[in-house]
């Protein structure tokens, strides 16, 4: 229901429905905090608020909610490194995060291509994954160019 409120410009709405997910996952998170799946759908959920925060220009705000979803991710990815689907979604916090905290945006997206270069040498990319890696290859390198 959030993602319909945003496409129709209803971001109050929209906030409205994505904070009762969040609160949902919360309360399923922390029933159950071994629970994986628990914490990624709370990261989803997270990620889905500082997205709807960014779109209505409340950057602070996004910002908190993107870090909490990298929190999460972190601490995913850290306890099943072989999992490439946790590493995708720390990836894609890791430059969500990068795109609001202008500090410590080269940091973030240098770390971001690190894990998506392991992953590629261990061939567990998709084609749009590898594309997105090369994207990062050259936003980075272009800003070495600039500096």
């Known amino acids: 229901m959030g993602d319909l409120f945003q496409a129709l410009g209803q971001g109050e709405q929209a906030r409205q429905a994505f904070q009762r997910s969040l609160d949902i996952a919360e309360r399923l998170a922390a029933a159950e905090p071994d629970r994986?799946?628990?914490q990624r759908d709370l990261s989803v959920s997270y990620e889905r608020m500082g997205d709807l925060f960014k779109a209505l220009g409340q950057g602070e705000q996004a910002r908190q909610a993107f870090q909490?979803?990298?929190d999460i991710r972190e601490r995913l990815a850290a306890a099943e490194p072989d999992r490439a689907?946790?590493?995708?979604?720390l990836v894609v916090s890791l430059y969500k995060v990068a795109q609001i905290d202008e500090d410590h945006n080269r940091e973030l997206l240098s770390?971001?291509?690190t894990i998506l270069r392991r992953l590629y040498a261990a061939g567990s990319l998709y084609p749009n994954q590898v594309q997105a890696?090369?994207?990062l290859e050259e936003m980075l390198g272009a800003a070495e160019d600039g500096a």
């Open 133 to 135: 890696m090369e994207q």
């Open 36 to 38: 994986a799946d628990y």
């Open 68 to 70: 909490r979803s990298l």
């Open 85 to 89: 689907d946790a590493a995708w979604d």
């Open 111 to 113: 770390r971001a291509l």
